[in-house]
């Protein structure tokens, strides 16, 4: 059975720091792009940032300079450190996987997405 089991999340007051984990199992992920999206209260998933198995990243303009993804292809997991957090960074956070960086960047499609987790920002 294939997983992608997020963990990390957490309250935390704004202006600090939290580290996402996305841990898959059941199946290697060579070769596959991933990523973070998020879902706030009362609205659309949105996508966050991408990474493909040779490590090019993209990030969506609103965390450019405050998030950075990485992965280790070795321990099949990645990681979302994220620096300078915001209330309007208050969501539930996603990892997700796609074999393909233009269905995972511009489609918002995954082939295998995690349970989520909570960030909170306070204020």
């Known amino acids: 059975q294939v997983q992608l089991v997020e963990s990390g999340g957490g309250l935390v007051q704004a202006g600090g720091s939290l580290r996402l984990s996305c841990a898959a199992s059941?199946?290697?992920?060579?070769?596959?792009?991933m990523g973070w999206f998020r879902q706030a209260p009362g609205k659309e998933r949105e996508f966050v940032t991408a990474i493909s198995w040779s490590g090019n990243t993209y990030y969506t303009d609103s965390v450019k300079g405050r998030f950075t993804i990485s992965r280790d292809n070795a321990k099949n997991t990645m990681y979302l450190q994220m620096n300078s957090l915001k209330p309007e960074d208050t969501a539930v956070y996603y990892c997700?996987?796609?074999?393909?960086?233009?269905?995972?960047?511009?489609?918002?499609?995954?082939?295998?997405w995690g349970q989520g987790t909570q960030v909170i920002v306070s204020s």
């Open positions: 997700a996987a796609a074999r393909v960086w233009h269905s995972l960047v511009v489609e918002t499609k995954a082939s295998f």
């Open positions: 059941g199946r290697t992920f060579s070769g596959y792009a």
